[in-house]
């Protein structure tokens, strides 16, 4: 099956950290690995917004604003998953964090993925 799947998500006081996981089938991986993976986050009653894009191939990154210097994009290719390593953590990264692969390079628009996984929720008290 040709689909991310998200992991890592969970609750975490201002200031701390996450790392969540998006995880590559064998069969995703043959498929993706010319693709760009990217993370995207929807809170509430909010659009589903962008928060950060790699290239598998060449690990070109590209991040959001809000999250430049706070969150890390990274690819492990022994592993097949993509990271997104979150420090600094704001109430405002509260959101269902979803995994998204594009065929297009470094995109920032939903409408420009073609794969996403179910999402996992990540929570920033105050």
């Known amino acids: 099956q040709v689909q991310p799947v998200e992991s890592g998500g969970g609750l975490v006081q201002a200031g701390g950290s996450l790392r969540l996981s998006c995880a590559a089938s064998a069969a995703s991986v043959r498929t993706f690995s010319s693709y760009t993976m990217g993370w995207f986050r929807q809170a509430p009653g909010q659009e589903r917004e962008f928060v950060a894009a790699i290239s598998w191939r060449a690990g070109r990154t590209y991040y959001a604003d809000s999250v430049k210097g706070r969150f890390t994009i990274s690819i492990d290719n022994a592993k097949n998953t993509v990271y997104l390593q979150m420090n600094s953590l704001k109430p405002e990264d509260t959101a269902v964090y979803y995994c998204?692969?594009?065929?297009?390079?470094?995109?920032?628009?939903?409408?420009?993925?073609?794969?996403w996984g179910q999402g996992t929720q990540v929570t920033v008290s105050s």
């Open positions: 998204a692969a594009s065929s297009w390079y470094l995109r920032t628009s939903t409408q420009d993925y073609q794969y």
